[in-house]
Each structure stands twice: as C-alpha cells, then as structure tokens.
C-alpha cells in the first residue's frame, strides 16, 4: 500500500514539472486571461488516505483543529522568494512568461515584478496589516494567499475587507470597491474565499502569531479579522475550485511549502465548520 501511494505522489509530481515545461513560449500581454490548464490535477481522494486521514470524518472546532495541525507542517519561504515563486504558482498557462493577476485577470510579464506603475507586486489576500504580521516568514510569507496583482489595483484593494457591491476602477477586471469593503471579479471569488478560509485555520495564534478569524464585518482594521463570514460562504459555493486553482494547490505542496490548502481539495469543509 505504501509502494502504491509512493508512486501515486511520485506521478502527481511529474505531472506538475510536465505542466509547467508544456507550456508556452513567452510574450507581453495585457488582456483578461481564463484561469485554465489542460493538464489533470490531483483530485481530493489522493490525499483522504494519507494527507488528511487524521481529518476526515470531522467536522465543527474538531475538524478544524485537525486540519491546523496537518497544515501547519509546512515550509517557510522568505519575502524575497515569494517573487520567484510566485512567477510558477500563477503562470498564465497560455503564455510561461506572464502570470495572471488575480483581481484584474490580465496577464502580465513575469519580468514586470516591483513597485512601479505597470508593474505587478505582492498581494496578500488576507491584509498584512489584519493581524499586524507584515511581511516577515510566516503568515506574511504563506504564498497560499499571496498573489500577483497590478500595483494600482493592490492599492486600491489596500486592508479592505470582502463584501459584495461597488464600483468598478481602472484594470479592476470586474472587481468592484467601495469605502469599506472590495469585490473581486466572479471568476475569483471562491478562490478568494478559500484562502482567507485557509489562512483562519493555518494561524491560530500559535508560533508567535495572532490567532486570525473570519467574522461578519467589513470595518475590521487592524484586529487580526477578516469579513464578511457569510459573503465568502457564498463565494465559495458559488465559484469552485477550478483546474488553476487546483494545480497552484498542487504546485505549492509539490515544490514549495509541501502543504496544502484543504479547502481547494475539500471545499464542503467550510460548511463543517462554519
């Protein structure tokens, strides 16, 4: 049995490596891309059986404690290598030198990464600042919510929380913003969602961090919250887990952290225990 899992684990690997060297040559790009891959990702029952056997079966603060400890065996990149990184995760599977941007959906040069106009940089899903945590090895270093995204629009998301309603802005790719709160476009909600999700059972207030929870409010600033609770339940039935989403997951077990984000594999999770 453990010759036959070995192998299975082995397969999903070449698989991913097969993904990324498939893919095609490079170009600039600056339209809305699909986030689509051709390629078969792992599905959750790879995993029920050695990943996540100490969770299933669970559900409410028994579920999630048991996911907190299976994820959290994880390992720690730098800030700096979230850069490198995050060029593979979020390769536009059409184009391997661009990468998608996850509010916008344009697809970008991988080369165009920093702090100017026109460049994309670092967007961490759950706000930096939600928590106090910044950018140092930790939650402000967990590429499970780190994201590339337009300078302009990472600004214009700033520490909102989520909510639905607003207004749409330039390159917001139909994501919508008001005073309090942001959208992102439809394509992405449920990813939205289950990284946040991801982040409120990965840190509990263990190892030196703060203890972050997903609650009903949009005006949460500094306190380590994020809401609203019951728009990003609906996001998350709304918009599944789609093949990019899938093979990032993938990606960053196979190549990076070597943990996973349980509720791209299991999105029924969030229900069990919220």
Same mark, same amino acid.
């Not at 192998?7 to 809305?32: D, E, H, M």
């Not at 999630?64 to 800030?79: A, F, P, R």
């Given at each position: 049995?453990?010759?036959?899992?070995?192998?299975?684990?082995?397969?999903?690997?070449?698989?991913?490596?097969?993904?990324?060297?498939?893919?095609?040559?490079?170009?600039?790009?600056?339209?809305?891309?699909?986030?689509?891959?051709?390629?078969?990702?792992?599905?959750?029952?790879?995993?029920?059986?050695?990943?996540?056997?100490?969770?299933?079966?669970?559900?409410?603060?028994?579920?999630?404690?048991?996911?907190?400890?299976?994820?959290?065996?994880?390992?720690?990149?730098?800030?700096?290598?979230?850069?490198?990184?995050?060029?593979?995760?979020?390769?536009?599977?059409?184009?391997?030198?661009?990468? !998608?941007?996850?509010?916008?959906?344009?697809?970008?040069?991988?080369?165009?990464?920093?702090?100017?106009?026109?460049?994309?940089?670092?967007?961490?899903?759950?706000?930096?600042?939600?928590?106090?945590?910044?950018?140092?090895?930790?939650?402000?270093?967990? !590429?499970?919510?780190?994201?590339?995204?337009?300078?302009?629009?990472?600004?214009?998301?700033?520490?909102?929380?989520?909510?639905?309603?607003?207004?749409?802005?330039?390159?917001?790719?139909?994501?919508?913003?008001?005073?309090?709160?942001?959208?992102?476009?439809?394509?992405?909600?449920?990813?939205?969602?289950?990284?946040?999700?991801?982040?409120?059972?990965?840190?509990?207030?263990?190892?030196?961090?703060?203890?972050?929870?997903?609650?009903?409010?949009?005006?949460?600033?500094?306190?380590?919250?994020?809401?609203?609770?019951?728009?990003?339940?609906?996001?998350?039935?709304?918009?599944?887990?789609?093949?990019?989403?899938?093979?990032?997951?993938?990606? !960053?077990?196979?190549?990076?952290?070597?943990?996973?984000?349980?509720?791209?594999?299991?999105?029924?999770?969030?229900?069990?225990?919220?």
């Amino acid at each position: 049995m453990l010759a036959i899992r070995t192998r299975r684990r082995k397969a999903v690997a070449l698989a991913t490596a097969a993904v990324l060297a498939a893919l095609a040559a490079p170009s600039l790009s600056a339209t809305p891309a699909t986030a689509t891959t051709a390629a078969a990702p792992a599905t959750a029952s790879d995993y029920d059986s050695t990943y996540y056997k100490d969770a299933i079966g669970k559900t409410g603060d028994s579920l999630k404690s048991s996911l907190h400890t299976i994820i959290s065996d994880q390992t720690k990149l730098s800030y700096s290598a979230v850069w490198d990184a995050l060029k593979v995760t979020d390769q536009d599977p059409a184009d391997s030198g661009n990468v !998608i941007l996850l509010y916008s959906g344009i697809s970008r040069s991988k080369s165009l990464n920093g702090g100017d106009t026109g460049d994309w940089n670092r967007e961490h899903v759950w706000a930096k600042s939600h928590g106090d945590f910044g950018t140092a090895t930790g939650p402000g270093t967990d !590429i499970h919510h780190l994201r590339p995204e337009d300078v302009r629009v990472n600004s214009v998301r700033g520490n909102k929380d989520f909510d639905n309603g607003g207004s749409g802005f330039t390159d917001s790719g139909g994501s919508l913003t008001d005073s309090d709160s942001f959208e992102p476009r439809d394509a992405v909600k449920g990813d939205v969602a289950r990284m946040i999700f991801y982040m409120a059972v990965r840190y509990e207030g263990g190892d030196g961090w703060a203890d972050l929870e997903v609650n009903g409010s949009v005006d949460n600033g500094s306190s380590p919250y994020i809401g609203k609770l019951g728009v990003l339940k609906q996001w998350n039935d709304e918009d599944p887990p789609d093949a990019f989403e899938e093979r990032r997951n993938q990606v !960053i077990y196979d190549a990076y952290q070597h943990n996973r984000n349980p509720f791209v594999d299991h999105p029924e999770w969030v229900e069990a225990i919220w």
